[in-house]
């Protein structure tokens, strides 16, 4: 079913090229195969792998905890957290945006370690007036570093449905993915001297919070408490990773998880197809290219494919 949901994405003609050459590779060179899509989350109750952090009273429980409603109004938003901290996986959420006027608001859904030169990997979910489109941005920090922020708009409504965001971390890279469409990959770099997220465990996060003063069109528009309360609903609360202490630096199982080996050390063609997709067709804001804040570029970006 994922692969057909990808391939449907593809213009008819590219499609048929690539089944035909599918197709002459699979007589050719029975052993090539393609990199492996993550696994199917497995839906779960929050209680299982969350807790609150903050404003229990916004968290609203539907249907056994298999739902969840964080609400945001002029006194305070709210979030929660992983009950573990983990190191390196493939952890997931589906997410229905907060409809209708949501300027100012921001949805969050992050890991992210708990010292001073923390790493973090973040999808963060900008609210718009009504009738605009909702912008993702993503960041990676690294030793306390970001500063590394792309942002695209989605290719339909998230305030419509559910729809899958997770984040595939292992030792090599670290791809962003929505509704399994890569949008975002940021690979190890430290040969560059580019540091990257591997020693520290990270707990996962989200939140629904006001970020009026930077999140819609650089703070230029507010929120509009009249239409408070704002709500954003989750399901699916799956975690799959190498739970560690967070004084822990390494994993004890490294190698021997799904997501450890090597059909998910890079992107196959098809998946780089798809980010290409993504950013001729999405992309508005990507550091790799703005020279603004960076003379020269990043060493990660051409590793990454950024340009």
């Given at each position: 079913m994922r692969a057909y949901h990808l391939l449907s994405l593809l213009p008819s003609a590219e499609m048929a090229t690539f089944l035909i050459v599918l197709c002459l590779s699979s007589l050719l060179f029975p052993s090539v195969i393609l990199a492996a899509p993550p696994r199917t989350p497995i839906d779960v109750a929050f209680q299982k792998n969350y807790v609150p952090t903050w404003a229990y009273d916004h968290i609203k429980y539907l249907n056994g905890g298999s739902e969840v409603h964080l609400v945001l109004d002029k006194y305070t938003g709210t979030g929660f957290q992983s009950k573990g901290s983990y190191l390196f996986g493939h952890f997931s959420m589906r997410i229905k945006m907060v409809p209708g006027d949501s300027a100012g608001t921001v949805t969050a859904f992050y890991l992210s370690s708990q010292n001073s030169e923390h790493d973090e990997i973040d999808f963060e979910f900008l609210g718009n007036r009504s009738n605009q489109p909702y912008i993702v941005q993503t960041n990676v920090f690294t030793g306390g570093k970001g500063n590394r922020e792309q942002r695209i708009y989605l290719w339909f409504d998230p305030t419509k449905d559910y729809h899958s965001y997770s984040v595939l971390w292992n030792m090599y890279q670290i791809v962003f993915f929505v509704d399994d469409v890569p949008i975002r990959i940021f690979k190890?770099?430290?040969?560059?001297?580019?540091?990257?997220?591997?020693?520290?465990?990270?707990?996962?996060?989200?939140?629904?919070?006001?970020?009026?003063?930077?999140?819609?069109?650089?703070?230029?528009?507010?929120?509009?408490?009249?239409?408070?309360?704002?709500?954003?609903?989750?399901?699916?609360?799956?975690?799959?990773?190498?739970?560690?202490?967070?004084?822990?630096?390494?994993?004890?199982?490294?190698?021997?998880?799904?997501?450890?080996?090597?059909?998910?050390?890079?992107?196959?063609?098809?998946?780089?197809?798809?980010?290409?997709?993504?950013?001729?067709?999405?992309?508005?804001?990507?550091?790799?290219t703005d020279k603004s804040r960076y003379a020269a570029m990043p060493p990660e970006c051409r590793r990454d494919r950024d340009v």
């Amino acid at each position: 079913m994922r692969a057909y949901h990808l391939l449907s994405l593809l213009p008819s003609a590219e499609m048929a090229t690539f089944l035909i050459v599918l197709c002459l590779s699979s007589l050719l060179f029975p052993s090539v195969i393609l990199a492996a899509p993550p696994r199917t989350p497995i839906d779960v109750a929050f209680q299982k792998n969350y807790v609150p952090t903050w404003a229990y009273d916004h968290i609203k429980y539907l249907n056994g905890g298999s739902e969840v409603h964080l609400v945001l109004d002029k006194y305070t938003g709210t979030g929660f957290q992983s009950k573990g901290s983990y190191l390196f996986g493939h952890f997931s959420m589906r997410i229905k945006m907060v409809p209708g006027d949501s300027a100012g608001t921001v949805t969050a859904f992050y890991l992210s370690s708990q010292n001073s030169e923390h790493d973090e990997i973040d999808f963060e979910f900008l609210g718009n007036r009504s009738n605009q489109p909702y912008i993702v941005q993503t960041n990676v920090f690294t030793g306390g570093k970001g500063n590394r922020e792309q942002r695209i708009y989605l290719w339909f409504d998230p305030t419509k449905d559910y729809h899958s965001y997770s984040v595939l971390w292992n030792m090599y890279q670290i791809v962003f993915f929505v509704d399994d469409v890569p949008i975002r990959i940021f690979k190890n770099s430290k040969d560059l001297g580019v540091r990257f997220p591997f020693n520290q465990p990270m707990k996962i996060y989200s939140s629904l919070w006001n970020a009026d003063d930077w999140a819609t069109r650089g703070g230029l528009e507010k929120t509009d408490w009249s239409k408070a309360p704002f709500v954003a609903q989750y399901k699916g609360f799956h975690i799959d990773g190498c739970e560690a202490s967070v004084n822990e630096k390494f994993c004890a199982t490294q190698g021997k998880r799904w997501w450890d080996q090597k059909e998910f050390q890079d992107l196959d063609g098809l998946q780089y197809r798809r980010l290409s997709w993504v950013r001729s067709k999405y992309t508005i804001y990507n550091y790799c290219t703005d020279k603004s804040r960076y003379a020269a570029m990043p060493p990660e970006c051409r590793r990454d494919r950024d340009v």
